[in-house]
């Protein structure tokens, strides 16, 4: 028995599942799951000491790779000085400027401790600020776990074919209108029968929790108009796109195409806190300022803004802006896509592909999808062939299709190029049926 193996009967014994997050059960693709001992730069190892090239990157937060020497020392001088103080600290003043700074949409952030929380309360307070109860989502994005947004979520629920989860009463979710991502006319139709209910739209830029799925500027541009006409606020999620597809978040990209774009609120997470459980939400003053103490919206944490994590957020985030970073790094996972792609190609495996900055998708399928529905187009025998066929050659790709993938700044090309010469060998054996 490997040493994987032993420990993941040993976690399924007292821990449900064996994992502390469904998606790392390995279920969907089956198979027994690697436990990670370690992890430098561009490589994890695993309890039986194979090495892996990293394409999770913990989810989103190792934009840098793991255990970049700064980051190292950051959080040791923060250890040095105390774990926690449940008090206020001027490295948290720090950080939220170093954001407002990048993206300036926000004036006011508040520290939570994972997108989930961040999410959940952005969802109150744009509720609290309209006096409304409705909220729309889209089919496919998932904002974190809170109840009233488990609904049609992609990712690990999608994976475990619930269309909600159970614990969730009907009454807690009977606000939450789910529509179709990228559908224009789902949403004016909503907001011609609801309006002036509606408190909020949530979305996912780039969602990455269907894969990898843009949403287009006309999608985009019609959530923007429509939720100001009615007096709703338009909430981004940017937990997985947040200074990951560019330095300004995805809503700089599409404040680009989309003249005088500017969410509402904005919801961060994973690399602002540098693989530290570290997220936040923001947005104008005067909606910020409704939250508890000012205001009538509470909002709490006994480790929010803890200074460990703050001070590795803070490392990571100014790390990140040296000069040419983000297009390095999108030149690296372009290399992999177009990579993965040819070597598709070659084998005559239908395969798609595309990216943004740090952050990629792939689908087995003749066009990029658009939405949910298609994105399950998908063969899932044919991507669990894919999956495990790279993991036995070293290289960790997500363990379902619904995940987007992600390209650290430590990957080199030798390892990019090393990547597409395991997919070239597992798409050959793949066509050889
Ligand atoms: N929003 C998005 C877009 C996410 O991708 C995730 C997690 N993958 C969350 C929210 C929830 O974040 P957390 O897991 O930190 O609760």
Same mark, same amino acid.
């Given at each position: 028995?490997? +040493?994987?193996?032993?420990?993941?009967?040993?976690?399924?014994?007292?821990?449900?599942?064996?994992?502390?997050?469904?998606?790392?059960?390995?279920?969907?693709?089956?198979?027994?799951?690697?436990?990670?001992?370690?992890?430098?730069?561009?490589?994890?190892?695993?309890?039986?000491?194979?090495?892996?090239?990293?394409?999770?990157?913990?989810w989103g937060p190792m934009i840098l790779g793991h255990g970049h020497p700064q980051v190292r020392e950051a959080v040791h001088a923060a250890v040095d000085e105390g774990l926690s103080f449940g008090a206020p600290t001027e490295r948290e003043i720090a950080l939220v400027e170093e954001i407002l700074r990048l993206m300036p949409s926000m004036e006011m952030v508040?520290?939570?401790?994972?997108?989930?929380?961040?999410?959940?309360?952005?969802?109150?307070?744009?509720?609290?600020?309209t006096g409304r109860s409705k909220i729309i989502k889209f089919e496919g994005c998932y904002h974190g776990h809170a109840d009233a947004l488990l609904v049609k979520a992609g990712s690990g629920l999608a994976t475990f074919g619930h269309a909600t989860s159970a614990g969730v009463p009907p009454e807690v979710v009977q606000d939450t209108l789910v529509l179709e991502y990228n559908n224009v006319q789902q949403l004016e139709e909503?907001?011609?029968r609801f309006g002036s209910d509606i408190a909020c739209v949530i979305m996912e830029p780039i969602a990455g929790n269907?894969?990898?799925?843009?949403?287009?500027?006309?999608?985009?541009?019609?959530?923007?108009?429509?939720?100001?006409?009615?007096?709703a606020l338009l909430i981004i999620d940017e937990v997985m796109t947040g200074f990951r597809v560019a330095l300004g978040g995805a809503q700089s990209l599409y404040a680009q195409a989309i003249e005088g774009f500017a969410p509402d609120l904005t919801v961060l997470g994973k690399?602002?806190?540098?693989?530290?459980?570290?997220?936040?939400?923001?947005?104008?003053?005067?909606?910020?300022?409704?939250?508890?103490?000012?205001?009538?919206?509470?909002?709490?944490?006994?480790?929010?803004?803890?200074?460990?994590?703050?001070?590795?957020?803070?490392?990571?985030?100014?790390?990140?802006?040296?000069?040419?970073?983000?297009?390095?790094?999108?030149?690296?996972?372009?290399?992999?896509?177009?990579?993965?792609?040819?070597?598709?190609?070659?084998?005559?495996?239908?395969?798609?592909?595309?990216?943004e900055g740090g952050l990629f998708g792939f689908f087995l399928l003749p066009t990029l999808p658009q939405n949910y529905r298609e994105v399950l187009k998908t063969d899932g025998t044919l991507f669990?062939?894919?999956?495990?066929?790279?993991?036995?050659?070293?290289?960790?790709?997500?363990?379902?299709?619904?995940?987007?993938?992600?390209?650290?700044?430590?990957?080199?090309? +030798?390892?990019?190029?090393d990547t597409v010469d395991a997919a070239r060998e597992t798409f050959a054996e793949m066509a050889n049926g």
């Open positions: 028995m490997t +040493q994987n193996s032993i420990l993941f009967e040993r976690a399924q014994r007292s821990i449900p599942g064996g994992v502390n997050s469904p998606v790392r059960a390995f279920k969907a693709v089956g198979g027994t799951p690697a436990f990670i001992t370690r992890a430098q730069g561009a490589y994890m190892w695993d309890a039986d000491g194979k090495r892996y090239i990293d394409y999770i990157g913990s508040r520290l939570v401790n994972s997108g989930t929380e961040a999410s959940m309360s952005a969802i109150r307070l744009a509720r609290g600020a909503a907001f011609a269907m894969n990898f799925v843009r949403a287009s500027v006309p999608f985009m541009a019609a959530a923007r108009r429509l939720t100001r006409t009615a007096g690399v602002i806190g540098g693989g530290m459980p570290l997220a936040a939400f923001g947005g104008p003053r005067a909606v910020m300022e409704q939250l508890a103490p000012q205001g009538a919206v509470y909002q709490a944490g006994t480790l929010s803004g803890n200074p460990v994590a703050t001070a590795c957020g803070l490392a990571t985030l100014r790390l990140i802006q040296q000069p040419g970073f983000h297009d390095q790094l999108a030149a690296r996972t372009r290399q992999l896509t177009t990579g993965l792609q040819n070597a598709a190609q070659a084998a005559g495996i239908a395969m798609r592909v595309d990216s669990n062939r894919f999956f495990h066929g790279m993991l036995r050659r070293g290289i960790y790709f997500a363990p379902a299709l619904y995940e987007a993938g992600f390209v650290s700044a430590a990957h080199s090309e +030798q390892d990019v190029a």
